[in-house]
């Protein structure tokens, strides 16, 4: 048995979802019409979203990331380029990048995020999520974050494949942005 696919356009209001990074760097970007619909139903109550701190820094840096692109502080769009520029004494010149710092901020509030704890505890106890499903550390601490929150959240919106082998978990993935992914590969 594995995880439950579904299409992010069909979530149901009153849902409650574990929420990764990609998601909302697909928001900001524009490139999801179902990411919007996502955010537009969490700022007014109708979803309601749960994230972890590992979420919330991953979407801080891709956001500075593409703010740092934007203002020609770097020539492309790897976080290599910006630890790498940050690194070569441009830390007067980081505290430019605020934009993006403002746009997290936003969402946290706007979109009323809930943010899950990760603990000492956590960090222990998700081995058996690492070994059972064969998942990174990052990906074990969501899931981890996902099964001690009471009532359990069973559903989760991402992206990619990483949680498909994961049984008991609806995974609703932005399906206009994911079938794009496979007309682009599949003309390749």
Sequence with gaps: MSAIIKNLAELPQGSRVFVEAD?????????????????EN???GNVFAYVNAQVIT???NQVMLAEAYQKGCIKGVKLSQLKDWLCRHHHEQAATLTDSHQQVE???????????PITRDLLLETKRERASYGLLVTDSLHLGCMNRHHPHLTDMVCCHGRFEQVPGI???KPMDVVLNRRLLQSEL
């Design 23 to 39: 998601i909302f760097d697909l928001y900001y970007k524009g490139k999801s019409n179902s990411c919007k619909k996502l955010i």
């Design 42 to 44: 969490l700022e007014v």
């Design 58 to 60: 991953d979407l801080m």
């Design 106 to 116: 936003d969402l946290i509030r706007y979109a009323r995020l809930k943010l899950l």
């Design 170 to 172: 609806t995974i609703w």
